[in-house]
């Protein structure tokens, strides 16, 4: 079992940056992918960025790719958003998810069931 919960989510202008935490506990951290979704309401969860377990390899959707960078420090149990140049339609709940070595996930990253934990989600609004 892997428990995530996510810290620094809330109300920013547009233009603003953010910092999203997402700190695991349970199994060793290190043997997981990890990734950042984001559902806003009336919308699908959608795959905002991924990360491998050994950090050298990232992935972002289009929509934030260049504003956002997601990064880990195994030592610390804890995978990061930073989230620049944020825009209104960045507002949504962010989740953090994991995802067991396999390998699928390299291919799948951007699948929600490629992830078997979640956490439960922080708020992010940006107004314009």
């Known amino acids: 079992q892997v428990q995530l919960v996510e810290s620094g989510g809330g109300l920013a202008q547009a233009g603003d940056s953010l910092r999203l935490s997402c700190a695991a506990s349970g199994r060793t951290f290190s043997s997981y992918a990890m990734g950042w979704f984001r559902q806003a309401p009336g919308t699908e969860r959608e795959f905002v960025a991924a990360?491998?377990?050994?950090?050298?390899?990232?992935y972002y959707a289009d929509s934030v790719k260049d504003r956002f960078t997601i990064s880990r420090d195994n030592a610390k149990n804890t995978v990061y958003l930073q989230m620049s140049s944020l825009r209104p339609e960045d507002t949504a709940v962010y989740y953090c998810a994991a995802a067991a070595l396999s390998a699928s996930w390299s291919r799948y990253y951007y699948s929600s069931p490629q992830y078997g934990y979640w956490g439960q989600g922080t708020q992010v609004t940006v107004s314009s």
């Open positions: 990360i491998r377990w050994s950090g050298t390899t990232t």
